[in-house]
């Protein structure tokens, strides 16, 4: 997996200005393909990083969850929990994240799939050639990869760079007003057994394991071991919506220490670091790249003709 360096400065274009792409290019480079993208297509590159955050980082989801839970709890005689919808990824990572060469955008982990797909189109609309790295917590895991997995299967796999899955949750069974008093209920009977593992085994997801889509050029997960505080109430959270912990198929599987906790995504997103400032030069066919999206916009334009 070479590390493919671009030469020459980067210069950053708002995705958000109305831009002609052929009178850019004529602009920027004398020569240009038949198709309107410049052969020096580093120029208009503006890497994309896109955060997806967890049940926390909704507007009110987590409330209503924390609301439910201490309902039950006194009767389950487990520990109440308060305001740990404050631990946000939005705040401990993506506001924090600033590397002002990358066009970077928060979003909800149950975020409209395709306002996410349109504004990556829009991006590759003015540069084929625009790295794509997608960082998820919790929730928002599985939905980055979700994403991936939809990228997958556009015009023959358009390439992800890197993918992050911060101690990632399953959203296939989410949590809701009718299995919660079930799912409570189990960690009870877990809690009360003096957490023996057969006990754990009660809980529907126990180490989901995910495969790496082939468009994904780098594939880092980091995850918590639940199982060092099990009663920690964001562990107890990612215990019941499935926590994917290790996973064989990633390129990069991180175990953190002791002490980290599920809803530590700031600790989590430091051992990536790294990868994430290399991502725009994780790169295996660009050639194909350019060609995906030359077809994209051959498509769109004779949907508006």
Not at 9 to 16: G, L, T
Not at 169 to 196: C, P
């Amino acid at each position: 997996m070479g590390a493919n360096r671009l030469p020459g400065p980067q210069r950053q274009v708002r995705s958000e200005q109305v831009i002609d792409l052929g009178t850019m290019c004529r602009q920027r480079s004398a020569s240009v393909e038949r198709t309107g993208f410049i052969q020096h297509e580093v120029e208009l590159q503006r890497p994309l990083i896109y955060f997806f955050g967890g049940a926390g980082d909704g507007d009110d989801s987590f409330a209503r969850f924390e609301s439910a839970y201490n309902k039950i709890a006194d009767s389950l005689k487990l520990p109440k929990i308060y305001g740990i919808q404050h631990y946000r990824v939005r705040d401990d990572v993506f506001k924090k994240y600033s590397d002002a060469s990358h066009e970077k955008a928060f979003f909800t982990w149950d975020t409209d799939r395709l306002v996410v797909l349109a504004r990556i189109f829009r991006s590759l609309r003015f540069n084929p050639l625009t790295p794509i790295c997608l960082v998820g917590h919790s929730y928002g895991g599985d939905t980055a990869m979700d994403l991936a997995e939809t990228l997958a299967a556009s015009y023959g796999g358009i390439e992800v760079n890197l993918v992050v899955t911060l101690d990632p949750v399953s959203s296939k069974e989410r949590i809701t007003t009718a299995n919660i008093k079930s799912l409570l209920g189990d960690v009870a009977d877990y809690i009360k057994s003096g957490f023996d593992q057969k006990e754990l085994g009660k809980f529907k997801y126990n180490g989901y394991s995910r495969t790496k889509p082939k468009n994904v050029n780098l594939w880092t997960n980091v995850w918590a071991e639940h199982n060092y505080d099990p009663i920690e109430p964001s562990n107890m959270v990612a215990r019941l919506g499935g926590p994917w912990r290790a996973q064989a198929a990633a390129d990069v599987d991180i175990s953190m220490p002791k002490g980290v906790v599920h809803f530590d995504a700031d600790e989590m997103f430091k051992e990536v670091q790294s990868y994430v400032a290399n991502f725009p030069h994780y790169w295996r066919g660009k050639d194909k790249r350019k060609e995906q999206v030359r077809q994209f916009l051959d498509k769109l334009k004779g949907f508006r003709e």
